[in-house]
């Protein structure tokens, strides 16, 4: 992993955001994901400055729409601020849990964790 990713998985590890299950280096698809969290099929990527190339640029969209029709949403941050802007970034995803929450209800098995914290 990247500095980035770690100091990102530092924080979202064992449960930390919200009680939520969140795995590192997924395979799914064709594809390996920076971070996946199953209960709300949600795959985080950390985007370095190779991402910035237009190549690669398309080939994450291809991927993301891919991951999409398997009602995987990806949320994509840019390496830099995940380690510059580490709580902003935090903030973003809870706050698409939250909406995912208000939307679709909490996972059981996320209600359980809670209670046991």
């Known amino acids: ?8 998985w530092n924080r979202i590890k064992a449960f ?8 590192r280096q997924r395979p799914i698809l064709n594809y390996v994901v920076d971070f996946y ?15 910035h190339d237009e190549q ?7 991927r993301d729409e891919e991951l999409a ?7 994509r941050f840019n390496a830099l601020e ?5 709580e902003a970034i935090l903030k973003v995803i ?11 209800g909490v996972p059981e098995n996320v209600i359980r964790r809670r209670k046991v914290r």
């Open 1 to 8: 992993m990247t500095y980035s990713e770690v100091k990102l």
């Open 94 to 104: 809870e706050n698409w849990l939250l909406d995912y929450e208000e939307s679709k």
């Open 56 to 62: 690669v640029f398309e080939k994450d969209e291809i």
């Open 16 to 23: 930390q955001m919200m009680g939520y299950d969140f795995d």
């Open 37 to 51: 969290c199953k209960d709300v099929l949600l795959v985080i990527e950390v985007d370095g400055i190779t991402h």
């Open 82 to 86: 995940v380690v510059n802007r580490t």
């Open 69 to 75: 029709e398997y009602g995987i949403t990806v949320l």
